[in-house]
C-alpha cells in the first residue's frame, strides 16, 4: 500500500501532476486525430462523425482543466479555492461524453444519447457553479475538499454514472467492448476507493487521477480499434476477379437495354450482385401537381408492386434529389421515415438506407435506393464506391433511353406534321383555284367601276379649279387688311413706351430731389458735429494737461475719420497733424485686432463704451484707450482715444520691486532647507503635533515664493523688459500640460476638467511660456472658486474674422462653478494689488496679481480677454489670439 500511496502522490506535486497532464492530452490528441480522419475518410457517415465528436469532447475536458489549473496558479493566491470543484467537474464532463461516443445503446438511439449528454453537461455545469460559489468561504477556514460533503456528491454521481455505464455494457454488448468496460470497471473502482478510504491528500482525489491513466489509453484503444475495424470492411480484400466480372456483366447487361424501364428492372439485379446488399429499388420523379417518384423496379419483388410516393413524405428522398447528393441513413432511429419508405417498398425489416442520386445534364434522371433491412449490416466504404460506379452507369443507361425516347417522339410527330402539311396543301391549292375564279370576275366589276369614277375625278377637277381662283381672290383682300391693323397696333405700342419712360423721367426728377434735400441735412448735421468735437476736443486737452506719464489724444467723427490730433500723439505716433488728419482710425495701427476692436465700437456691437488694447510701434508699447463721446439722438457724435506711454518713474518703481522681490528669496530658501532638514528628522524625532506645524509652514513659504514669482513678473512687465518669443504654438499641448502642472490642486478640490476642443485646431502665433503662464493663470483662479467635486470646462474653436482681410483667430474659455461675480465686481477683476490675504471679490478665486497678469500677457500678444458671468451659476474668462499667417496661408 506504501507503493500505491507513493505512486498517487507523484501524480498530484510537481512536477508529475504536470505529466499527467500532458500524456492524457497527448493520447486524447491522438485519438482525436485518427478519428477526424476516419470521419473524412467515410464521407461524412454518422458514425464517423460521433466518434470524432466525441475524441473533441474529451480533449477539450482535459485541456480546459490544464488552461484552469494554469489560469488559477498565475491569477489565485490559493490554487485551492478553484483546482477542487473544476477538476471534479471536468471529470464528470469527460464521461457523459465518453458516454454517448461509445456506449451501444445510445447509439443505436440517437436522440435519447443527445438527450442524455445535454442533460449531464447542463446539470454539471449548474452544481459547479453552486459549488465554486460556496467553497471559497469553507476553504478559507482550513477544511479539505475532500473530506467536505461536495466531494461526496462529485464521487457518488460519477460512481453512479460508471455503474449505469457497465451495466449498458452488459445488456447491450458490442464488438470489441471489452476494452471499454475494462476503462469503466477501473474508474468505478477508483471512485469507491475515494469514498470509503480516507483521502491521501486534501483536495485532490488521486486514485481517479491514477484510474484516468489507465483508463484514458484504453478508450483511445477502443476507439483505434473501432476506427481499424472500419477501414478493414469486408469486401476490400476480396475485391478481384468476381468483383470485375460482376461489373462487366452490369455493363454488359445495361449496354443491351432497349426495353425501356423493363430492361432497367433487369438490370438491377446486376447492381444488386455487384454492390452486395440485400434490396435494391429504382425510382423515376414524376413532375406532377406533388411531386413524386414512381419505382419502375425493386429487387428482389414484393407483393406491394412498383409504388409511385410523395417526395414530401419521405425527407431522404427530398433531400437526395434537391442536393444531388448521396444520401445515408446509418441509423433508422435517427430518421423514422426510412422505415415507411421500406415498408412502401414491401419490406418489413428495419436497417440502414442509401439513396444515390441519378443526375444527368438537365439535372437528376432517378434515384437508385439500396438498403440492408435483413442484417442490419452498415454499408462500407468499398460497398458506398461499388454503389457510386452502379449509379453512373445507370445514370448513363436511363440518359441513353431518355434520348432514345426523345428522338423516336420527334421522329412521330415530325411524321405527323408531314402528314398534315401535305393534306392541308391539297386543300390549299383547291382553294387558291377557286379563289382565282373569283378574282377574275371582281376584276372586270372593278375596271368597270374605274371608268365611271375618272369621269367623276375630272368633273371635281374642273369645280376645284374655280373655287381655288376664288379663294387666291379672297386671300388677296385679307392680306391687305391685316397689314393696315398691324400698322395700326404698332402706332400704339410707341406711344404707350413714350408715356412709360415720360413717367419713369418724372420719378427719377422727384428722387433726385428728396437726395439733394437729404444731402442739405446731413451737412448742416455734420457742421453740428464738427462744432461738438471741437468743443470736446479742448476739453479733454484741458483734462490731460496735468498728467505726469506721456499720453497723447486724437479725436474722431460718427464716422470714424480724425478730426482732432494733440502734439503728444503726434510725438507716440511719430506723425504730422496733416498726415493723420482724416485718416480713418481703423488704419492707425497696422495690428489687426485694433481694427477689429475700432470696428465692434463703431458698429455698436461692443458690450463697452471704453475699449482698451495695448499695441506695438516702432518697437514701443502703446496703450490705447477708445471711447464714445456723448451720444446724441442719432448716435454717438464723435470717438476719442487716449495713447499712453510707460513713463520712467513707472519703470524705476517696477524695478526697485523686482531688487526687493529677488532680495526675499533669499531668506525664504533658508527657511525652506532648515524645513526640509526637520521634516527629515535628520536633527531629532518629531511629534505628530509638530510634523503638522512644520507642514504648514512648508505651506506658507511655497505660496509666498509663488506670489514673489508674480511680484516679479508683473515688476519685468512694467519695466519693460519681459521679452516675447512669437512662434507657432499648438494651443492643446499648451492646455494639457497646464492641466498636468495642477493636477495635484485638482484632485485636492475634488475637481474634474473638460476639455470641448475641436478636433484640429491651427496654430497660434504666441510665446509658448507667456501662453503657459496665461492658463496657468486662468486655471488656478477655476480651481480655487469652483465648489468642490464640480466640473471645470476649458473649450476653444477657430472663429473667422467678420471682415475680409483680417486674419483668423483662436478663442478659448476657462469656465468655473464659482458662483458668478457681481456686475459692480466685474471693472476690478484684471485690476493689480487690488486683493489682500482673501478675494475680496465673491466668485473669484485668485487673491493676487494673477488676472492682471494674464490679461497683460494676452494684450502683449496681440490678443484680447474678457470675463462673463452668470450669478448663481459661475464665470467664464475668455481670451482671443490671432492664427499664424503661415498656417492661414497653407490653409488657403
Not at 48 to 67: E, F
Not at 90 to 107: H, I, M, N, S, T
Request: net charge negative; charged share 25%.
Amino acid at each position: 500500500m506504501s507503493l500505491l500511496e507513493e505512486v498517487v502522490s507523484l501524480l498530484l506535486r510537481p512536477p508529475g501532476d504536470l505529466y499527467y497532464h500532458l500524456v492524457l492530452l497527448f493520447v486524447l490528441q491522438a485519438a482525436l486525430v485518427v478519428a477526424w480522419a476516419h470521419w473524412k475518410r467515410s464521407a461524412g457517415s454518422p458514425g464517423a462523425r460521433r466518434l470524432w465528436g466525441a475524441a473533441l469532447g474529451m480533449w477539450l475536458a482535459r485541456a480546459a482543466l490544464v488552461l484552469g489549473g494554469a489560469i488559477a496558479g498565475a491569477t489565485v493566491p490559493r490554487p485551492a479555492v478553484v483546482l477542487p470543484p473544476l477538476e471534479r467537474a471536468l471529470d464528470l464532463a469527460f464521461l457523459f461524453v465518453l458516454l454517448w461516443g461509445f456506449l451501444p445503446v445510445l447509439r443505436r438511439r440517437a436522440r435519447l444519447g443527445v438527450g442524455l449528454l445535454a442533460v449531464g453537461l447542463v446539470a454539471t455545469a449548474l452544481v459547479y457553479l453552486f459549488f465554486s460559489v460556496t467553497w471559497p468561504a469553507v476553504e478559507a477556514t482550513g477544511v479539505a475538499y475532500n473530506t467536505y460533503w461536495q466531494a461526496r456528491v462529485w464521487d457518488g454521481w460519477a460512481l453512479a454514472t460508471v455503474v449505469l455505464a457497465m451495466v449498458a455494457l452488459l445488456v447491450w454488448p458490442a464488438p470489441g467492448g471489452s476494452l471499454l468496460f475494462a476503462a469503466f470497471l477501473i474508474w468505478g473502482a477508483a471512485y469507491a476507493v475515494q469514498l470509503v478510504f480516507p483521502p491521501i491528500t486534501p483536495h485532490l482525489s488521486g486514485p481517479v487521477r491514477l484510474a484516468n491513466l489507465i483508463g484514458v489509453p484504453l478508450v483511445a484503444a477502443t476507439l483505434f480499434q473501432e476506427v481499424a475495424t472500419a477501414g478493414s470492411a469486408p469486401g476490400r480484400g476480396d475485391v478481384g476477379v468476381t468483383d470485375r466480372q460482376s461489373l462487366l456483366g452490369l455493363l454488359r447487361t445495361l449496354g443491351r437495354v432497349e426495353g425501356g424501364e423493363e430492361g432497367l428492372a433487369a438490370a438491377l439485379t446486376e447492381v444488386l450482385r455487384y454492390v452486395g446488399v440485400e434490396v435494391a429499388a429504382l425510382g423515376m420523379p414524376v413532375v406532377d401537381s406533388e411531386p413524386s417518384v414512381r419505382f419502375t423496379a425493386v429487387v428482389p419483388s414484393t407483393s406491394n408492386g412498383l409504388p409511385t410516393v410523395r417526395l414530401d413524405d419521405h425527407p431522404v428522398l427530398v433531400r437526395a434529389v434537391r442536393s444531388e447528393r448521396l444520401q445515408i441513413v446509418a441509423d433508422p432511429d435517427q430518421e423514422p421515415n426510412s422505415v415507411a419508405l421500406l415498408r412502401r417498398l414491401g419490406f418489413e425489416g428495419v436497417g440502414p438506407l442509401a439513396v444515390f442520386p441519378l443526375l444527368g445534364e438537365r439535372g437528376v434522371l432517378g434515384v437508385l435506393v439500396l438498403a440492408n433491412p435483413a442484417g442490419g449490416r452498415p454499408f462500407a466504404e468499398e460497398a458506398v464506391a461499388r454503389a457510386r460506379v452502379a449509379a453512373q452507369a445507370l445514370a448513363v443507361a436511363i440518359a441513353h433511353l431518355n434520348q432514345r425516347r426523345v428522338a423516336e417522339q420527334r421522329a412521330g410527330e415530325l411524321s405527323a406534321v408531314l402528314q398534315r402539311q401535305e393534306a392541308e396543301r391539297a386543300k390549299s391549292i383547291a382553294s387558291l383555284q377557286a379563289e382565282l375564279e373569283q378574282a377574275r370576275e371582281e376584276a372586270q366589276t372593278f375596271a368597270r367601276r374605274v371608268a365611271e369614277m375618272e369621269e367623276e375625278v375630272s368633273r371635281h377637277r374642273r369645280q376645284a379649279e374655280e373655287l381655288a381662283q376664288m379663294l387666291q381672290a379672297e386671300q388677296a383682300h385679307a392680306q391687305e387688311a391685316a397689314q393696315a391693323a398691324a400698322q395700326v397696333a404698332i402706332y400704339e405700342a410707341e406711344l404707350k413706351e413714350l408715356a412709360e419712360a415720360r413717367a419713369r423721367l418724372e420719378e427719377e426728377l422727384d428722387r433726385w430731389k428728396q437726395r439733394a434735400e437729404e444731402w442739405e441735412r446731413e451737412r448742416a448735421r455734420l457742421e453740428e458735429q464738427i462744432r461738438a468735437l471741437q468743443e470736446a476736443a479742448e476739453e479733454a486737452r484741458a483734462s490731460q494737461a496735468q498728467e505726469v506719464v506721456a499720453s497723447g489724444h486724437l479725436v474722431a467723427d460718427a464716422r470714424g475719420n480724425i478730426v482732432l490730433v494733440d502734439g503728444r500723439a503726434q510725438r507716440l505716433l511719430g506723425a504730422s497733424q496733416d498726415e493723420l488728419r482724416g485718416m480713418p482710425l481703423s488704419a492707425l495701427f497696422a495690428d489687426p485686432l485694433w481694427a477689429q476692436a475700432v470696428d465692434g465700437l463703431l458698429s455698436g456691437r461692443a458690450e463697452d463704451d471704453v475699449v482698451g488694447i495695448t499695441l506695438e510701434r516702432d518697437g514701443h508699447l502703446i496703450r490705447a484707450e477708445l471711447s464714445r463721446l456723448a451720444v446724441g439722438s442719432e448716435g454717438p457724435v464723435g470717438y476719442a482715444v487716449l495713447l499712453q506711454s510707460k513713463a520712467e518713474e513707472e519703470e524705476n518703481r517696477a524695478e526697485v520691486i523686482a531688487s526687493l522681490a529677488h532680495e526675499l528669496r533669499t531668506p525664504m530658501t533658508s527657511i525652506v532647507g532648515y524645513t526640509d532638514l526637520l521634516l527629515g528628522e535628520s536633527v531629532g524625532i518629531l511629534g505628530e503635533m509638530q510634523r503638522k506645524f512644520l507642514q504648514r509652514v512648508k505651506a506658507n513659504i511655497e505660496r509666498m515664493g509663488d506670489l514673489l514669482n508674480d511680484i516679479i513678473e508683473v515688476a519685468a512687465m512694467e519695466s519693460g523688459r519681459v521679452e516675447l518669443r512669437p512662434e507657432p504654438v499648438d494651443l492643446i499641448t499648451v492646455i494639457e500640460e497646464a492641466i498636468m502642472g495642477l493636477s495635484a490642486r485638482f484632485r485636492e478640490r475634488d475637481l474634474s476638467v473638460r476639455l470641448n476642443m475641436a478636433l484640429a485646431l491651427p496654430p497660434v502665433r504666441a510665446d509658448r511660456d507667456a501662453l503657459y503662464q496665461i492658463m496657468l493663470h486662468l486655471l488656478s483662479n477655476a480651481c480655487q472658486c469652483s465648489k468642490e467635486g464640480t466640473e471645470i470646462v476649458v473649450s476653444g474653436h477657430l472663429e473667422e474674422a467678420e471682415e475680409e482681410g483680417l486674419p483668423s483667430y483662436v478663442r478659448v474659455s476657462v469656465t468655473d462653478t464659482g458662483g458668478g461675480i457681481a456686475p459692480e465686481d466685474r471693472p476690478r477683476v484684471f485690476q493689480r494689488f487690488y486683493r489682500a490675504d482673501r478675494p475680496l471679490i465673491a466668485g473669484l478665486g485668485e487673491t493676487g496679481v494673477g488676472m492682471a497678469i494674464a490679461k497683460a500677457l494676452v494684450e502683449a500678444l496681440g490678443g484680447r480677454i474678457w470675463l462673463e458671468s452668470e450669478m448663481g451659476v459661475g464665470s467664464t474668462f475668455s481670451f482671443i489670439l490671432p492664427v499664424d499667417r503661415g498656417e492661414e496661408e497653407g490653409e488657403a
